[in-house]
C-alpha cells in the first residue's frame, strides 16, 4: 500500500510485560506496508509466527521478513549479539525467506559482545535472591556501555581499528567479571565455554559485515518523503519500559512509543496509528510485581492451555487476570489509536472470568500505580460469565461481546482486532 507524500509511520508494540503476540499481528498487518522496522530491544525478544504449517521464533528479525515484497529494518536502537543473529536466526529462517536481500541493518545498532553476556550472568548471579530475572542474552550490559558511550556498533564493524576496539572493551569487561570473584574462563555462554563461543562470536560478526549496513534513518525518512509506508515494531512490554515499567524488574530500553523517534531516527511528527497490543489475561516472565497473578489451578489452567512458556528461555509464565488500570495507563504512555486482543481463545473454557478494574492500596482505592509499591496493591476484581466463543473467526458470542465493551470503555479506545488462534488466518477485524 502506498499514500501520499509524506506519510507517517504507524506503530506496534505491546501494552503489558511483553510476550502479547506482537510477531503473529506485524505478520498480518506486513501486506499494508512497504517496510518494517525493528526500534528497541535484541535478542531477548521472542516474536513467534505460524503461518503454512511453519512455527518461527524471530529474536532480532523483524517480522515481516516472510513477506517477499517487504523491506525490513534493525534500527539504530536494537542491540545486536552477531552470532545469535548470523548462526542461529538466520540460519533457521533462510529456507524461508531471503534475508540478505530483504535486511537493511542500522550502522548504529550497538553489538551485544561476548563478555557483555558474561557479565550478564556475573551480575544477575551477584544479585542472590534479589535476581531481576534476565535473560542472561547481555541486554544490560550492551545498553549500559552504550549510555557510557564505549560500546562498539555495527558501522565498527566495517572498520580496520575494530579488533583494538574490540580488545580493550573485552578488557574492561575482563576486570569487571574479576573484581565480582568469577574466572571469564570458567564462564559458560550457551552450554559452550566462552573461549569458544568468543570464536564463533567473531566469525559471526565477519558474515554480519557482508550485509546490508547503512544510516537507516535516511533510508526510513526518505521512504516517508516517497509515500512509502512504514511500521515500527516493537519488543517487550510497555511494562517493562526503563522509564515507566515495573523498576527494577524491567527490560533496558524504551519499549514505548517515544522509543520510535530514538531508536529509528523518525520524529514525533511522523507518527501514525500506533496499535497496542495485549492478551485477554495478563503474563509475566521472571521477578517482579504482578497485581492479578493467580497461583492456583486457574493459573495453571491458563499456562497450559495458553502455551505461556518464554519464546526465548522456555521459562513457565507467571499467569494472571486482565489488570486494567495498567493496560490504560500504558495507553496513555504510548498514545495508543487502536487495541488488539490476543489470545482471546484461551479464556474459551472458563465459566467465569474476572477483571481488574481497580487497586485497593493503603485502604484507598486507586487505578493509578503507586511508586515503588505495586507488589503491595490487593486488585479489586469484577466477575464475568465466560464466553464459548472456541476459537471461531466469524462469530462473537454475547459474554465476549461485553468483555470487549467494558475494556473499550475503560480505557476509552476502541478494539479492532482479536486473535483467537496463533495462525495468521485465526483473527478476526472488528
Not at 525467506?97 to 550472568?121: F, G
Not at 519488543?235 to 524488574?249: K, N, R, V
Not at 520524529?267 to 497461583?295: D, H, M, Q, W
Request: charged share 20%; aromatic share 8%.
Amino acid at each position: 500500500m502506498t499514500q501520499n507524500s509524506k506519510s507517517k509511520a504507524d506503530v506496534l508494540l505491546g501494552l503489558q510485560w511483553g510476550d502479547e503476540g506482537k510477531g503473529k499481528i506485524v505478520d498480518v498487518l506486513t501486506p499494508k506496508y512497504d517496510i518494517v522496522a525493528r526500534f528497541q530491544g535484541g535478542p531477548n525478544a521472542g516474536h513467534t509466527l505460524n503461518f503454512d504449517g511453519n512455527k518461527v521464533v524471530l529474536h532480532t528479525i523483524p517480522s515481516g521478513i516472510f513477506r517477499q515484497n517487504t523491506c525490513n529494518v534493525i534500527g539504530n536502537g536494537v542491540i545486536i549479539d552477531p552470532y545469535i543473529l548470523i548462526d542461529k536466526e538466520i540460519q533457521s529462517v533462510q529456507h524461508l525467506a531471503n534475508v540478505k536481500d530483504n535486511l537493511y541493518i542500522s550502522d548504529k545498532a550497538h553489538l551485544i559482545l561476548p563478555t557483555h553476556r558474561a557479565l550478564d550472568y556475573v551480575n544477575e548471579t551477584g544479585r542472590g535472591e534479589q535476581k531481576i530475572g534476565s535473560t542472561l542474552k547481555g541486554i544490560g550490559p550492551a545498553y549500559t556501555d552504550k549510555t557510557a558511550r564505549n560500546g562498539l556498533r555495527v558501522g565498527d564493524l566495517l572498520n580496520n581499528q575494530f579488533e583494538k576496539k574490540y580488545f580493550a572493551l573485552s578488557q574492561i569487561h575482563k576486570k569487571l567479571i574479576e573484581y565480582q570473584g568469577f574466572k571469564l574462563s570458567e564462564i559458560m555462554i550457551d552450554g559452550l565455554p566462552f573461549i569458544e563461543y568468543e570464536q564463533l562470536w567473531s566469525l559471526a560478526a565477519q558474515k554480519l559485515s557482508t550485509y546490508k549496513i547503512t544510516a537507516t534513518e535516511f533510508l526510513l525518512n526518505e521512504a516517508l518523503d516517497a509515500g512509502k509506508t512504514v511500521l515500527c515494531e516493537g519488543a517487550q512490554g510497555s511494562m517493562l519500559d526503563i522509564e515507566f515499567g515495573s523498576y527494577p524488574f524491567v527490560t533496558s530500553s524504551n519499549t514505548t512509543t517515544s522509543g520510535v523517534c530514538s531508536g529509528l531516527g523518525i520524529s514525533p511528527r511522523r507518527i501514525g496509528n500506533v496499535y497496542g497490543l495485549f492478551k485477554a489475561y495478563c503474563t509475566r516472565v521472571g521477578a517482579g510485581p504482578f497485581p492479578t497473578e493467580l497461583f492456583d489451578a486457574t493459573g495453571e489452567q491458563l499456562r497450559q492451555k495458553g502455551c505461556e512458556f518464554g519464546s526465548t528461555t522456555g521459562r513457565p509464565r507467571r499467569c494472571g487476570w486482565l489488570d486494567l488500570p495498567l493496560l490504560k495507563y500504558a495507553c496513555m504512555l504510548n498514545g495508543v489509536t487502536e487495541l488488539i486482543m490476543m489470545k482471546t481463545d484461551v479464556l474459551d473454557d472458563f465459566e467465569n472470568i474476572n477483571i481488574c478494574k481497580s487497586y485497593n492500596y493503603n485502604g484507598e482505592q486507586t487505578q493509578q500505580p503507586p511508586f515503588d509499591a505495586l507488589d503491595k496493591v490487593t486488585p479489586v476484581y469484577q466477575s464475568l460469565n465466560g464466553w464459548k466463543n472456541s476459537g471461531d473467526t466469524k462469530n462473537i458470542s454475547a459474554e465476549l461481546q461485553k468483555y470487549i465493551e467494558i475494556i473499550e470503555n475503560y480505557v476509552d479506545t476502541k478494539i479492532t482486532m482479536i486473535s483467537v488462534g496463533p495462525d495468521r488466518t485465526q483473527t478476526i477485524n472488528l
